[in-house]
């Protein structure tokens, strides 16, 4: 008997709910989501602009980030994801590297999906549904599955037609600052071809030319902090006293790509991203030991047993931190175009490397923490600038 009372209040309580919801859930109280697109003719649906711009707003930007699982598209993925854009992340990782994506964007506004580079049907699946493309895939050191030009050109190419045959509003294609086809770097090389290969087939791409980018995650600060267990110093051609660096904070270069998706006059044009000081490499490497608490001293490491060493380590088969091309486009000093379009036009403010250095660098410090005067290395660091 008590079992048959349990199963009558268990009907009773589940009809009751049922009229709730039927009275509550009527036409007018629905909130449209989709409707027919009106950013372009391809008939598909889009997210509904609504909201207060943030979170849980919705931003009307379904964007597909290429790269998005790297060191910079966390930080743009976060961006877009606070203003309630819904993102669309292709991924070739295992799953579980990248859970935390998903906590960047409110409950299903985060997708993600298997791809491959060259599969170019894969490629236009991704793009077909969105209005907003970011390209961020870039390799700066070559494996035996992909080449510099079957990354840095040819995928980019093949994104771009994409974007092109599905009518995709905007493309963001990210490249580098010293890009040049006559190059000595064969990176830099491939970097400066994807630019034309994007253009051929996406003339109103935005290109975006980032200096060496730092942050926790990044490979450029942490790359010689980690040098610190080098006995006899950090090894640098010249003594890094005849290469110039102009750093850029990851989260400048965020801001400025969650910028160019909503403003369309940065269309077709080609933006230089750097940040707000020049150093000589070998005082911005300086720098970087100031915030580590540690003793700075270096070797001037002829060319010739540099490269032996690096051709060793580009056979380990793990990801290598310098390679001999890497080393080339190292030593080049970033050179920019003042009539090209930066941060200031974006209205992002540069963030300097002393304001944030303790941020980026702290987990090389360790306990001497305790005893370092900060304001002394901040005077110091700033003594370092050209």
């Known amino acids: 008997t008590k079992l048959k009372l349990a199963k009558r209040r268990s009907a009773m309580m589940l009809r009751l709910c049922r009229r709730e919801l039927s009275s509550t859930?009527?036409?007018?109280?629905?909130?449209?989501?989709?409707?027919?697109?009106?950013?372009?003719?391809?008939?598909?649906?889009?997210?509904?602009?609504?909201?207060?711009?943030?979170?849980s707003s919705y931003s009307g930007i379904l964007a597909t980030v290429f790269g998005g699982t790297g060191?910079?598209?966390?930080?743009?993925?976060?961006?877009?994801?606070?203003?309630?854009?819904?993102?669309?992340?292709?991924?070739?990782?295992?799953?579980?590297?990248?859970?935390?994506?998903?906590?960047?964007?409110d409950l299903g506004q985060i997708m993600f999906r298997q791809f491959h580079l060259k599969d170019n049907n894969a490629v236009s699946e991704l793009v077909k549904?969105?209005?907003?493309?970011?390209?961020?895939?870039?390799?700066?050191?070559?494996?035996r599955n992909f080449s510099f030009e079957e990354v840095n050109v040819e995928g980019p190419r093949a994104i771009a037609r994409a974007c092109r045959d599905h009518?995709?509003?905007?493309?963001?294609?990210i490249s580098a600052l010293n890009a040049d086809k006559n190059s000595n770097s064969r990176w830099l090389r491939s970097k400066a071809a994807g630019e034309e290969a994007v253009k051929e087939e996406f003339p109103d791409a935005t290109i975006v030319r980032p200096?060496?980018?730092?942050?926790?995650?990044?490979?450029?600060?942490?790359?010689?902090?980690?040098?610190?267990?080098?006995?006899f110093g950090v090894p640098l051609l010249d003594r890094g006293l005849k290469t110039t660096k102009i750093p850029l904070y990851v989260a400048d270069f965020a801001k400025a790509i969650a910028k160019m998706t909503t403003d369309d006059t940065t269309a077709g044009k080609t933006y230089e991203l750097y940040g707000p000081h020049e150093y000589l490499l070998y005082d911005l490497v300086g720098t970087i030991f100031l915030y580590s608490g540690r003793e700075f001293r270096t070797i001037n490491l002829p060319r010739r047993i540099y490269n032996f060493i690096l051709a060793v380590m580009e056979t380990t088969g793990y990801i290598p931190w310098l390679?001999?091309?890497?080393?080339?486009?190292?030593?080049?000093?970033?050179?920019?175009?003042?009539?090209?379009?930066?941060?200031?036009?974006?209205?992002?403010?540069?963030?300097s490397v002393d304001k944030i250095a303790t941020f980026v660098l702290r987990r090389h410090v360790g306990l001497r923490a305790a005893d370092v005067d900060w304001d002394q290395v901040r005077k110091l660091s700033s003594q370092n600038r050209i």
């Open 323 to 351: 390679t001999r091309d890497k080393l080339i486009a190292q030593n080049i000093s970033d050179r920019i175009s003042p009539e090209l379009p930066g941060l200031e036009d974006l209205g992002v403010e540069k963030t």
């Open 25 to 55: 859930l009527t036409a007018s109280s629905l909130r449209p989501v989709l409707c027919s697109s009106s950013v372009n003719d391809r008939k598909l649906h889009q997210l509904v602009k609504s909201g207060r711009g943030g979170r």
């Open 71 to 105: 060191f910079t598209g966390r930080y743009v993925i976060n961006r877009l994801g606070r203003v309630g854009t819904q993102i669309m992340v292709p991924f070739r990782c295992d799953e579980y590297d990248i859970r935390h994506l998903r906590l960047m964007g």
């Open 129 to 143: 549904n969105s209005n907003v493309v970011v390209n961020l895939i870039g390799l700066d050191y070559e494996t």
């Open 211 to 231: 200096s060496d980018i730092f942050g926790q995650e990044d490979r450029f600060f942490n790359y010689y902090a980690e040098l610190k267990m080098l006995p």
């Open 167 to 173: 009518g995709v509003k905007r493309l963001i294609h």
